[in-house]
C-alpha cells in the first residue's frame, strides 16, 4: 500500500495535533525514548537496581540453562553496550541474587527471587503510570505503525 506522504516539517515540540503528520519521527521517538528510558532508569536508581540488571534477573529466570553467554547474547539489542550485560552479571554474582552453578549456569538466589519480586512491582506501577490515559488499542496501533517503520527502513537499506 502505498500513500502520498506529507510533506516534513522541522521538529516542533509544540505541534498543534493538526500539524503532527508532518513532524519527524526521528525526532518524537527520541523524546519518548529518553523520557520513558529515564524515567524508568532514575526510579531504578532510587532502589538501586539497573535497568540491565532487572532484564537479567527475567532471562537468568527462564530455566537451568542460562549462562553469561546466554544473557548477553540475549540482551545485545536492548543493552546500550556490548558490556552492560556481562557486567549486570557480575554485580548480580556479588549482590547474592544469582549464583553459578558447577557447569558456570547462573541460577536465581532467594534473594534474587525476592528482588525480582519488588523489582516486578515497580515496573508494573511505572508501566501503569506511562500508560496512563492510553488505551489497549491505543497503544498496540502505536507499536504497530513504529514496527511497520521500522520494517520499512530495513527493507530499504537492504536494497
Same mark, same amino acid.
Given at each position: 500500500?502505498?500513500?502520498?506522504?506529507?510533506?516534513?516539517?522541522?521538529?516542533?515540540?509544540?505541534?498543534?495535533? /493538526? +500539524?503532527? $503528520?508532518?513532524? #519527524?519521527?526521528?525526532?518524537?521517538?527520541? !523524546?519518548? @525514548?529518553?523520557?520513558?528510558?529515564?524515567?524508568? %532508569?532514575?526510579?531504578?536508581?532510587?532502589?538501586?537496581?539497573?535497568?540491565?540488571?532487572?532484564?537479567?534477573?527475567?532471562?537468568?529466570?527462564?530455566g537451568d540453562h542460562v549462562t553469561r553467554?546466554?544473557?548477553?547474547?540475549?540482551? /545485545? +539489542?536492548? $543493552?546500550?553496550? #556490548?558490556?552492560?550485560?556481562?557486567?549486570? !552479571?557480575? @554485580?548480580?554474582?556479588?549482590?547474592?541474587?544469582? %549464583?553459578?552453578d558447577d557447569e558456570q549456569r547462573l541460577?536465581?538466589?532467594?534473594?534474587?527471587?525476592?528482588?525480582?519480586?519488588?523489582?516486578?512491582?515497580?515496573?508494573?506501577?511505572?508501566?501503569?503510570?506511562?500508560?496512563?490515559?492510553?488505551?489497549? $488499542?491505543?497503544?498496540?496501533?502505536?507499536?504497530?505503525?513504529?514496527?511497520?517503520?521500522?520494517?520499512?527502513?530495513?527493507a530499504t537499506a537492504l536494497s
Open positions: 500500500m502505498t500513500t502520498t506522504p506529507t510533506p516534513p516539517a522541522p521538529a516542533n515540540p509544540a505541534a498543534t495535533d /493538526a +500539524d503532527l $503528520a508532518s513532524q #519527524p519521527i526521528g525526532y518524537w521517538s527520541g !523524546v519518548v @525514548h529518553k523520557a520513558v528510558i529515564n524515567h524508568i %532508569r532514575d526510579a531504578m536508581a532510587r532502589v538501586d537496581v539497573t535497568q540491565p540488571q532487572w532484564w537479567t534477573l527475567n532471562r537468568v529466570d527462564v553467554e546466554v544473557v548477553v547474547t540475549g540482551l /545485545a +539489542d536492548v $543493552a546500550d553496550t #556490548p558490556h552492560d550485560a556481562s557486567r549486570a !552479571v557480575d @554485580h548480580l554474582l556479588h549482590r547474592g541474587w544469582l %549464583r553459578l541460577h536465581l538466589t532467594d534473594e534474587g527471587r525476592a528482588a525480582k519480586a519488588r523489582i516486578k512491582e515497580l515496573v508494573t506501577g511505572l508501566r501503569a503510570q506511562i500508560h496512563d490515559g492510553i488505551t489497549d $488499542a491505543e497503544y498496540v496501533a502505536a507499536l504497530k505503525v513504529l514496527r511497520r517503520m521500522a520494517d520499512n527502513v530495513k
